[in-house]
């Protein structure tokens, strides 16, 4: 039992299970399918705002462009889902069956050769992750072995994102253009539109989530989160010592990407399409909030500020279709003002001290039990000893 105290304590894994009794138990218990579907897609950004929290909580890097990464895994998703729904049967009606139905709209009589490998699931698997990750790592090895960080690179990684908006509707023959991919139905014959499968899809989402906090809050407990917070505060200091801190950087960042691509594909998955809207520079800024409020030093709080801000878009953007934006403003500066280290930041400034002041005050009013009573025992006399018989008095003159 201590050693799983311990454990605990030691991962910091108190507030992670809260979270997993909160999305496995108590909102599948309480909402209805359409409400879950929506916390399932609000989850999938919470990998992004995990990847913050390493590359810019732990490492310092800020990125503003975390949905290119996203944008990337989830068209890997969509790209195998849209083949499927095309087979030959379900588009006789079109110029060319067997091909999405924007390329045949724009002309294109045969499936490209980049197409090709995502009728694969395997490979699509290993796309999701190898995409973002591999660009990711070209972006970063260029910029950080030449020491360009600060404002440089968050613009950069804006105009990345900016780059990749424009190129994907620009081909709007290969990518769908401004629409993206529509009418994505089955994932190999299993339907992902019924009520069950949205569960399912819920329920991985909510487990490789847990996942993946484990693996940064191993990370971050293990030497190299110590390095990366060395390198946030004193980077010529680690330098100095030896370390190559570009290797480092670049590999929080690619992390942070491959995380992002993963949160896109389960993004495809429950939604059902995947357009340039989540890739573009507003996307990317909104994902960088969603760890800001939740606090960009916490794995767990980052999760519950991808939640909060999506559901205050979605409320304020039913109850007052006129005023969501200005009320989503006054939610992201309220927030950022009143708790410059989110809501993490609100839990150890405020709730953790009120609540140990709260068990101290109730263990000192607990009565105490009197020690039990002394028994003062009589003293006991010693034992008589038995006495020596006398000697007779012929053997006694003789000893004399």
């Known amino acids: 039992m201590n050693a799983i105290k311990t454990f605990i304590h030691r991962y910091q894994l108190a507030s992670l299970l809260l979270l997993v009794l909160l999305l496995a138990v108590v909102l599948p218990l309480t909402l209805d399918i359409f409400r879950l579907n929506l916390v399932g897609k609000y989850l999938t950004y919470a990998f992004v705002a995990i990847g913050l929290v390493m590359v810019?909580?732990?490492?310092?890097?800020?990125?503003?462009?975390?949905?290119?990464?996203?944008?990337?895994?989830?068209?890997?998703?969509?790209?195998?889902?849209?083949?499927?729904?095309?087979?030959?049967v379900s588009t006789k009606i079109q110029s060319t069956p067997g091909i999405p139905d924007f390329m045949d709209w724009n002309q294109i009589t045969a499936l490209p050769a980049f197409w090709v490998p995502f009728k694969s699931f395997g490979f699509t698997l290993f796309a999701v992750i190898a995409v973002p990750t591999l660009l990711a790592w070209i972006i970063s090895?260029?910029?950080?072995?030449?020491?360009?960080?600060?404002?440089?690179?968050?613009?950069?990684?804006?105009?990345?994102?900016?780059?990749?908006?424009?190129?994907?509707?620009?081909?709007?023959?290969?990518?769908?253009?401004?629409?993206?991919?529509?009418?994505l139905k089955t994932l190999m014959g299993w339907d992902t539109r019924t009520d069950s499968a949205k569960?399912?899809?819920?329920?991985?989402?909510?487990?490789?989530l847990v996942a993946t906090i484990l693996l940064c809050r191993w990370i971050q407990t293990s030497k190299f989160g110590t390095l990366l917070l060395a390198m946030r505060d004193k980077e010529d200091r680690v330098r100095f010592s030896g370390y190559d801190v570009a290797n480092f950087k670049v590999f929080t960042f690619c992390l942070a990407?491959?995380?992002?691509?993963?949160?896109?594909?389960?993004?495809?998955?429950?939604?059902?399409?995947?357009?340039?809207?989540?890739?573009?520079?507003?996307?990317?800024?909104?994902?960088?909030?969603?760890?800001?409020?939740?606090?960009?030093?916490?794995?767990?709080?980052?999760?519950?500020?991808?939640?909060l801000v999506n559901a205050g878009k979605t409320f304020f953007s039913e109850s007052f279709p006129e005023a969501w934006l200005f009320l989503m403003a006054a939610l992201f500066i309220g927030v950022t003002m009143a708790?410059?280290?989110?809501?993490?930041?609100?839990?150890?400034?405020?709730?953790?001290?009120?609540?140990?002041?709260?068990?101290?005050?109730?263990?000192?009013?607990?009565?105490?039990?009197?020690?039990p009573a002394f028994v003062a025992r009589a003293p006991q006399?010693?034992?008589?000893?038995?006495?020596?018989?006398?000697?007779?008095?012929?053997?006694?003159?003789?000893?004399?």
């Open 339 to 371: 708790f410059p280290m989110g809501l993490a930041g609100l839990w150890e400034s405020h709730i953790r001290p009120w609540w140990n002041g709260r068990r101290e005050a109730l263990r000192a009013a607990r009565p105490k039990t009197p020690p």
């Open 381 to 400: 006399a010693p034992a008589a000893q038995p006495e020596t018989p006398a000697a007779p008095d012929g053997i006694r003159g003789q000893h004399a």
């Open 199 to 208: 569960v399912i899809l819920y329920y991985v989402c909510v487990a490789l």
């Open 141 to 183: 090895f260029a910029m950080f072995k030449r020491r360009v960080g600060g404002v440089y690179f968050a613009i950069i990684t804006q105009a990345v994102a900016l780059i990749l908006t424009v190129l994907i509707i620009g081909q709007q023959g290969y990518t769908g253009g401004v629409n993206g991919m529509t009418d």
């Open 257 to 307: 990407a491959a995380l992002s691509g993963i949160g896109g594909a389960l993004f495809s998955l429950q939604v059902g399409f995947m357009s340039p809207s989540f890739v573009g520079i507003v996307p990317s800024i909104e994902m960088v909030i969603f760890a800001a409020v939740g606090g960009r030093m916490s794995l767990v709080g980052a999760v519950y500020g991808a939640l």
């Open 56 to 88: 810019w909580g732990y490492g310092g890097v800020l990125s503003l462009g975390q949905g290119v990464f996203f944008g990337l895994g989830g068209y890997a998703m969509a790209m195998f889902l849209k083949l499927e729904a095309s087979d030959p």
